[in-house]
């Protein structure tokens, strides 16, 4: 079966740094996009990973490692308002995306 | 400016009677799709069209239908709608299946009563 596994929740203090995992099981693999949502609003695109290795863009990172199912967003010099979930979603062959429950991220000041 | 419009952003209908909800893009993408979110959940996939081919996900209910008249308008309707069905409905484009970046509108926030 496709499946993807995020930590349901995470808090974190302003201007520090946190890393949300993300391992998935796609049948195929065409990506791993990481998309922003807050509260009551659509999620927004935030990173497309389909090479391992590291994206960098601005404060936010994105890394995957294909032979282990594994991706990551970095997220740099916290500020209240990256309070949201973050959503990981894999392209599976069929180029339909496998999307995880989201990782609610609870900013503290 | 907006790309992908959904309108409304908020709907009220009563258990059994039914809904149409409507999404317009500006952005002449060849894919729409629908889904259906509930709180704390992922989005999960009802339908998609690439250009007028419809597909319709194996799990989605006979309750839920879908039209797109032309590139930029596609419309969910539910025929008799449950509490089970009130949620978040987003609809979303990408350029093509490929090109997978998806553009999400607002959202509807459907209630039923």
């Known amino acids: 079966g496709q499946n993807i596994d995020q930590p349901t929740e995470m808090t974190a203090t302003e201007g520090a740094i946190v890393q949300i995992n993300c391992t998935y099981q796609?049948?195929?693999?065409?990506?791993l996009f990481w998309y922003q949502q807050h509260a009551g609003e659509a999620p927004t695109f935030l990173s497309y990973?389909?090479l391992d290795g590291l994206e960098e863009k601005g404060r936010f990172s994105s890394f995957l490692s294909r032979s282990k199912g594994y991706s990551y967003l970095l997220l740099k010099e916290l500020q209240m308002k990256d309070s949201a979930s973050y959503l990981c979603?894999?392209?599976?062959?069929?180029?339909?995306?496998?999307w995880g429950a989201g990782t609610k991220l609870i900013i503290k000041p | 400016d907006a790309m992908v419009i959904q309108n409304p952003r908020y709907q009220v209908t009563q258990f059994g009677k039914p809904v149409t909800l409507s999404c317009s893009q500006t952005?002449?993408?060849?894919?729409m799709y629908w889904y259906q979110q509930k709180s704390s959940q992922a989005p999960k996939l009802l339908f998609h069209?690439?250009?007028?081919?419809?597909?319709n996900e194996a799990d989605t209910p006979d309750n839920f239908q879908s039209r797109r008249p032309n590139t930029s308008f596609c419309f969910l309707d539910i025929r008799s709608p449950g509490l089970g069905d009130a949620a978040m409905y987003l609809c979303?484009?990408?350029?093509?299946?490929?090109?997978?970046?998806?553009?999400f509108g607002p959202g509807t926030r459907l209630t039923v009563t």
């Open positions: 069209y690439y250009d007028k081919d419809f597909n």
């Open positions: 990973n389909v």
């Open positions: 979603a894999g392209l599976d062959s069929n180029y339909q995306l496998i």
């Open positions: 952005l002449n993408h060849n894919v």
């Open positions: 796609t049948s195929g693999f065409n990506g």
């Open positions: 979303a484009t990408s350029r093509d299946r490929e090109v997978n970046e998806q553009y």
